[in-house]
């Protein structure tokens, strides 16, 4: 089966903080991908990658970066948090070869206050 | 970009019941999946149907893609089937993922 985790199920942070979300898939898959979850907004492609160091911005890139230095590991950076980056942040990922499938992990609900 | 309609927006019915949910998508695409978001969040997969129909227990769907829609069929609805599900699509870009775009969801009640 495949697993993808994130770090956190629940995390809450000050406005103006550096945040660290981590993901890591166990399927060797070469895509992975940044979703955000808003009431009325919906689910939001913020960015993605199909290969170790290489990303792609998504609809909402604007006040996040993100990371990826080992295939298995893709992280979410909110360099200064604010108060609009509450919500339900979704990892997922994908073959890319033998199947675009994605499949995604748990979730982190942020609250920044 | 890509557009993905969803109806109806909410359902309720009583247990046993069967029900169809629609996804409208405004272009060719590649990948199209199915999901049911339990009450913790997560993201479950139902099906990944570009095309054609699949079926899994009580539940089948159906893609036509070339008249741009897909179904979703649920049968003798049980308690545990309430909750949200959405439907996304993908469409690649230089023969690369390019992320999902996703329907707004149907908020589905089963009523014991």
């Known amino acids: 089966d495949v697993k993808v985790t994130q770090s956190s199920r629940y995390l809450v942070k000050r406005t103006g903080e550096k945040v660290f979300l981590e993901c890591v898939q166990d399927?060797?898959?070469?895509?992975m991908f940044w979703y955000r979850q808003d009431p009325g907004l919906g689910l939001r492609l913020i960015y993605f990658s199909y290969d170790v160091k290489m990303k792609e911005k998504g609809d909402i890139p604007e006040g996040y970066s993100v990371s990826r230095e080992k295939k298995e590991r893709f992280s979410l950076i909110l360099e200064s948090a604010s108060t609009n980056q509450t919500s339900m942040y979704l990892c997922a990922s994908s073959s890319g070869t033998n199947s675009y499938e994605q499949y995604f992990g748990p979730g982190t609900r942020l609250t920044v206050t | 970009g890509i557009q993905v309609e969803q109806s109806p927006p909410d359902l309720i019915l009583q247990e046993g019941a069967n029900s169809t949910l629609r996804c409208n998508f405004s272009d060719s695409v590649n990948n199209l999946q199915w999901f049911h978001q339990n009450p913790w969040g997560q993201l479950i997969n139902l099906f990944y149907i570009p095309s054609g129909t699949k079926q899994n227990g009580r539940l089948s769907a159906t893609t036509v893609a070339t008249e741009r829609y897909s179904l979703l069929y649920i049968s003798s609805s049980q308690t545990t089937d309430s909750g949200v599900y959405f439907c996304a699509v993908e469409r690649y870009s230089g023969g690369g993922a390019d992320g999902l775009t996703f329907g707004k969801g149907t908020h589905l009640i089963i009523q014991p």
């Open positions: 399927m060797d898959h070469e895509n």
